[in-house]
């Protein structure tokens, strides 16, 4: 699991020092084995050791490092987007118009761009200020209604998908948006956002590189931050992290400005890697984040969980869906077997965290 | 219940007269509370000084926790004033109370009990250290400090890094205690902190009051329990119905009229009368009104207002003002010896 590595520095800090002389004496010392249960992404590591060697024994093309570079793409386009609503969703909130906020930032990008035939850089720069925005809105729609963000991003999630369609018929007069790859600093953009990397005769999209890094960076922010205590804080007890002085608010308009920082980031990888978009696309997506960081052991309700395991939910998520193809079944099986997944790694998260709470 | 009214008024100004002259940290002039066109507090006057227990009494609903949530900057009282150090203030978010030093022990003690001890101990003022793009939490240090303060108050715990929800209640409470006191609170507000706790661990947190008033805080203790507020407090306020039943320093009262006073006071009585209409009652164990009269409700300035509108609110054959001002200056006897006939 190279991306389990990759976040390991940052990972569980050493436990404190045993404290010489008194002591209790009712607490036992809670064993090292309970101790790493106690870590969120425990049960997901174990799920996804299960499925590689899953598939490793009944599909052999999967045993190939150029199959392993295609499940990791696949994982890595998923996990960029699983780390923003990861940590929303530590934060205590849900954001289901992320799938189609990926799409808004690219037809922003394509649209604007074309449209003004401007540098492609300066539509990426305004998808960013507008995915951005989508966030700060969801955010501060939520802290000023009081309304749960599930029912405040459905909302939102309704008038992105509507506005997505809509506004590029007008532009394009078509699902799609024109395809922008012979203008002004394409070639710059694509190399940033969709180039591939060769280490021993296979290629390796860049994003999995983004992926690993973003995954790193999101552990030091939850663990090693304030800001990262405040988002535990926000999620396990709202009005306690307030009285103590927690600032709720920019938490959360922050947490969900990071969600619109992800979806701008995939949304331009799309743009770059297949010069147009698709104003339909990213409807569902947003379930497939949520159950990725489910499945890598965030606690649906808040308060609880960490960014390797997301990086191991889209993981699974990446070997599923590739696997299934490699293995030459029905890919009309992958949601079920995704869905087999989920409940399996809530039963074993459940478990998990009654095994780490019990004393 | 006109005798309250008075009570209330010259309960404000006994205020003064309490013992340790030291300016109040934090003051309440007439404050009062409305959400709406609901009043929840009304002219309400309390003073917090250092190294003094306030105790701040009363049943369910009285007004105990509009008081600590405007105090402790959640809410903002809509009349009267609020004023620290002398100076009148309106808080609009508890970092602000937090940075004048006013720190809030809650009932659910605002702790997240899924966040490791440490964490919770240093939640919204943590540590950090290094330059701003790699400012991150300084964990040793917190450890070190979460340790040796909780060690200070005589709470060792094996492990910093377990949930905070897997400590008992006791436990809790201490912890949040020691936070406080460690960030350099001058006011300590502790709401209902024995409410939930069995006899012995509400001991030691009782202790842990006394502590904090030793280091020179002042107390804030909301309780309902007239014992446990009697043996650390020095100064007594009864809420109500959201306005001032009493207030008394702990020289001016007993640990009985205090508890008879939480126990009703005339509104026993008159429930007393209620049930002596109801056939088969019996009454005449019950205390009298007189009895459950408190020195505060008699006003020191000797104007005859508190006995006359004793009279008037009892029912006339049982309450002679002789009574009322006897029982008030002398020893609140449980079983009054001079019943009525």
Known sequence: MTMTQASAPAAEPAPPDSPAGRKDGRATERSVARRLLARPEVGALIAAVGVYVFFFAAAPPFREASSLATVLYQASVMGIMTLPVALLMIGGEFDLSAGVAVTTSALTAAILSYQLTLNVWTGVIVALIASLAVGAFNGWLLIKTGLPSFLVTLGSFLILQGANLAVTKIFTGNVASDSISDMDGFDQAKSVFASEISIGGVNFKITIFYWLVFAALATWLLLRTKFGNWIFAVGGNQDSARAVGVPVKFTKIALFMGVGLGAWFVGMHLLFSFNTVQSGEGVGNEFLYIIAAVIGGCLLTGGYGSAVGPVIGAFIFGMVSQGIVYANWNPDWFKAFLGVMLLLAALVNLWVRRQATRR | ???????????????????????????????????????????????????????????????????????????????????????????????????????????????????????????????????????????????????????????????????????????????????????????????????????????????????????????????????????????????????????????????????????????????KHELAQVRGVDVEELPEEGDVQVPAATPSDGTPDGTASETSSGTASETSSGTASETSSGTASETSSEKTP
């Open chain 2, 1 to 271: 219940m006109t005798s309250n009214d008075n009570g209330t008024a010259s309960g404000g100004t006994a205020v003064k007269d309490a013992p340790g002259n030291a300016a109040p940290l934090v003051e309440l002039r007439a404050a009062g509370k409305s959400y709406g066109n609901v009043r929840a507090l009304h002219g309400v006057d309390l003073a917090v000084r250092p190294g003094q227990v306030t105790c701040v009494l009363g049943d369910n609903g009285a007004g105990k926790s509009t008081l600590i949530k405007i105090v402790s900057g959640l809410h903002q009282h809509t009349e009267g004033e609020f004023l620290v150090d002398g100076e009148a203030v309106r808080f609009s978010t508890p970092r602000e109370a937090l940075d004048r030093g006013i720190a809030t022990v809650y009932q659910d003690l605002a702790t997240v009990p899924l966040m490791p001890v440490w964490r919770n101990f240093f939640l919204g003022s943590e540590l950090t250290k290094g330059p701003w793009p790699v400012r991150r939490l300084d964990i040793e240090r917190m450890k070190k400090t979460a340790d040796e303060e909780l060690r200070a108050m005589g709470i060792v715990l094996d492990d910093l890094e377990q949930p905070i929800g897997t400590l008992s209640g006791g436990q809790r409470q201490c912890v949040a205690i020691a936070r406080a006191v460690h960030f350099g609170a001058r006011v300590l507000i502790l709401d209902e902190p024995t409410a939930a706790l069995g006899v012995k661990q509400s001991g030691v947190v009782l202790k842990y009051i006394a502590a904090a008033r030793d280091r020179g805080l002042g107390v804030i203790f909301i309780t309902h329990n007239p014992h446990h507020a009697y043996m650390v407090g020095d100064h007594f306020s009864v809420l109500r119905l959201g306005t001032l039943e009493l207030s008394a320093a702990r020289s001016e009262i007993t640990v009985e009229e205090l508890t008879n006073h939480m126990a009703g006071g005339a509104e026993l009585t008159a429930l």
